[in-house]
Nanobody
Framework: QVQLVESGGGSVQAGGSLRLSCAAS????????MGWFRQAPGKERDFVAGISRSGGNTHYADSVKGRFTISRDSAKNTVFLQMSSLKPEDTAVYYC????????????WGQGTQVTVSS
């Protein structure tokens, strides 16, 4: 069992930056692949970024590639999302996620944190 708690959301101007954090707890949390999803009102929850158990492999949605960076600490129990060059279309609730097998279909979710980018 994994518990996830996000922090770092807020409001910024277009072109600004934010860093989201996700603290994971549980005896086997270091064995899970982790990542981030986002959801705007009336739209599907979409994959944003994922990171492997070792932290050596990362994947990004095309819409954020080159602007967002996902990372995790050496203990493999905290994941970050550094967001730069933010655009109004990045506005959404961002969710941390974790899974034992594949981050594309995560079993565990955080409660979400709001990110608002104004033009």
């Amino acid at each position: 069992q994994v518990q996830l708690v996000e922090s770092g959301g807020g409001s910024v101007q277009a072109g600004g930056s934010l860093r989201l954090s996700c603290a994971a707890s549980g005896r086997t949390s270091s064995t899970y692949t982790m990542g981030w999803f986002r959801q705007a009102p009336g739209k599907e929850r979409d994959f944003v970024a994922g990171i492997s158990r070792s932290g050596g492999n990362t994947h990004y949605a095309d819409s954020v590639k080159g602007r967002f960076t996902i990372s995790r600490d050496s203990a493999k129990n905290t994941v970050f999302l550094q967001m730069s060059s933010l655009k109004p279309e990045d506005t959404a609730v961002y969710y941390c996620a974790a899974d034992a097998f594949t981050i594309r279909t995560p079993r565990y979710w955080g409660q979400g944190t709001q990110v608002t980018v104004s033009s």
